[in-house]
């Protein structure tokens, strides 16, 4: 008799189901299909076994979903500058690895909610921040630059990122396909710094694309994509439905259409090269059915990153969900609950990556939401880490010895080895007296976060070695004539300037 599966991850979503989940997405691909606005995409989902359907829709029969799962690797590697920051993508339970959120226009004070529009100044110190946490474990663009050209702002800000951090860089979102060629150019540039070796078979860059909900692949993301398959990229199909507007207001359908409107973008890839590597990016939120906003930090979302960690694990995928956000105006307490039950509750399924560090509403962040997102993610994946069990962690005659001995249990040396294992798994809350507190300035998490920032960006950068770092500006400087725009900033006397100006200036 098999025992059944009574995991809190079970109890959310038992097997049968995510397996109706996983039907209802075929069914919809089969049924209604995709609108596919590219014809260079077309004519590749043809030739893969899809069919035109009403409406000029491509139709996905199950057995061609099938082929493209079925050539997509089990994992691959993902590199870093650093090599103790490669990743190996794989479907399979393990540590959860956590990037923070991407593109955001503004920055906001973390007290009044005020906002300014980002430059790319605040793109290196926000890097620098991010490079001194213990989370993220890897760094893509937390802000659109407000101050280069829109058309290149994902090679500057690339070279923002690689020149603050030796971590795993995460795609700036692509604006059009020819940047395709551009950052993998840098990314392979930055890739050929690793010390000892280059990066081998391993991918240099993931990139995400985003289908449009409901099951629309726009002709920009399908030329995007095929593009980045051409150039040796790893793609994440990184859709965002919202259920109740643009899915269906049940969660186990609204998981059903992203999950559909993924697998279109897995077979996509397959179809330009079988083989290429490909990961599962979910990023289903939830509308009040009041107003029609966001529930940021609602626990629908953690339900949601849940369900979708485990039908991508049922493909065969890595995935990549959502962890916290917050609809809060300023760095308080609504923002701390809203961060904190996602992201524990997301992580119960033990996805590949976790995103959230940053999100303040999708369109602000803050150096501080920086501190404090890393804080969140240090408590709650501290909380899923298996305590010891073990015949030492038992040992009988110890405990007797602290119950009875003259010096009770700090007398014993078991208690004592014990002991140097304990350590705070994050470093923003007040843990002494009240009276220290006072006598401290009676700061609270905001406070300790701005402490934080300032400590980080008082360091030195990383930096690059000076070849590569001309590489990164020749390559936005071929890009800038290539569009044939007669003046752009200087990307090296952009990076000095962020270098050189002081943190609040």
């Known amino acids: 008799m098999t025992t059944p599966d009574r995991s809190a991850v079970a109890g959310l979503w038992p097997p049968e189901a995510i397996e109706a989940i996983r039907r209802a997405s075929l069914a919809l691909l089969e049924r209604v299909g995709v609108q596919v606005d590219s014809t260079r995409a077309q004519e590749l989902l043809a030739a893969a076994g899809c069919t035109l359907g009403p409406r000029g829709r491509m139709l996905m029969p199950a057995t ?27 479907a399979a339970p393990g540590d959860i690895r956590v990037h923070n959120m991407g593109e955001a226009p503004d920055l906001a004070d973390p007290r009044t909610g005020e906002t300014r529009r980002a430059t790319f100044r605040d793109q290196v110190l926000a890097t620098r921040v991010m490079h001194h946490c213990r989370y ?13 050209p829109g058309d290149l702002h994902p090679l500057y800000s690339y070279l923002a990122i690689a020149a603050e951090t030796d971590k795993l860089i995460g795609g700036p979102g692509l604006d059009f396909p020819w940047q395709a060629r551009y ?23 993931e990139m995400g694309f985003s289908p449009v909900s409901p099951l629309h692949l726009g002709a ?23 259920a109740g507007t643009t899915a269906p207001a049940s969660l186990a359908g609204a998981l059903a259409q992203q999950d559909a ?39 629908q979302w953690a339900l949601a990153s849940v369900g979708a960690t485990l039908l991508a694990r049922r493909h065969g995928l890595a995935c990549d969900c959502y962890g916290p956000d917050t609809s809060a105006w300023t760095l308080d307490l609504q923002l701390g609950y809203q961060y904190a039950v996602p992201a524990l509750t997301g992580a119960l399924a033990r996805p590949r990556f976790m995103s959230g560090i940053g999100a303040w509403g999708g369109t602000t962040t803050c150096l501080e939401l920086l501190v404090i997102g ?28 602290g119950v009875t001995g003259p010096m009770g249990f700090l007398g014993t040396r078991h208690t004592r080895r014990w002991l140097r294992r304990i350590a705070p798994s994050e470093g923003l809350s007040s843990r002494g007296g009240y009276a220290e507190w006072v006598a401290g300035g009676r700061k609270d998490a905001v406070d300790l976060a701005g402490e934080r920032v300032a400590e980080a960006l008082a360091s030195g950068p990383v930096g690059l070695p000076d070849d590569v ?12 004539a290539q569009l044939g725009l007669s ?6 006397r952009l990076l000095d300037h962020a270098r050189a100006s002081a943190w609040r200036a």
């Open 487 to 492: 003046s752009h900033p200087d990307p090296r």
């Open 261 to 299: 409107e993924i697998l279109a973008g897995v077979v996509l890839v397959q179809s330009v090269a079988p083989g290429s590597p490909c990961s599962y990016g979910a990023r289903l939120s939830v509308a009040d059915p009041r107003s029609g906003r966001l529930l940021c930090g609602a626990g």
């Open 374 to 401: 890393d804080a969140v993610y240090r408590l709650a994946l501290a909380a899923l880490e298996p305590p010891e069990w073990g015949a030492d962690a038992l040992d009988v005659d110890a405990i007797i010895e």
């Open 183 to 205: 950052l993998a150019g840098m990314a392979e540039a930055v890739a050929e710094a690793r010390p000892g070796e280059g990066p081998g078979d391993a991918c240099v860059l």
């Open 64 to 90: 061609v979903v099938a082929a493209a799962l079925a050539a997509c690797p089990r994992e691959y590697t993902v590199v870093a500058r650093d090599p103790a920051f490669d990743v190996v993508m794989s």
């Open 136 to 148: 993220p474990d890897s760094i893509n663009s937390l802000v659109t630059p407000s101050d280069v």
């Open 469 to 480: 770092e001309a590489e990164l500006c020749r390559l936005i400087d071929e890009a800038a």
């Open 220 to 242: 920009g993301v399908c030329d995007g994509i095929i593009e980045a398959v051409a150039v040796g990229m790893a793609v994440q199909v990184l859709t965002n439905p919202v």
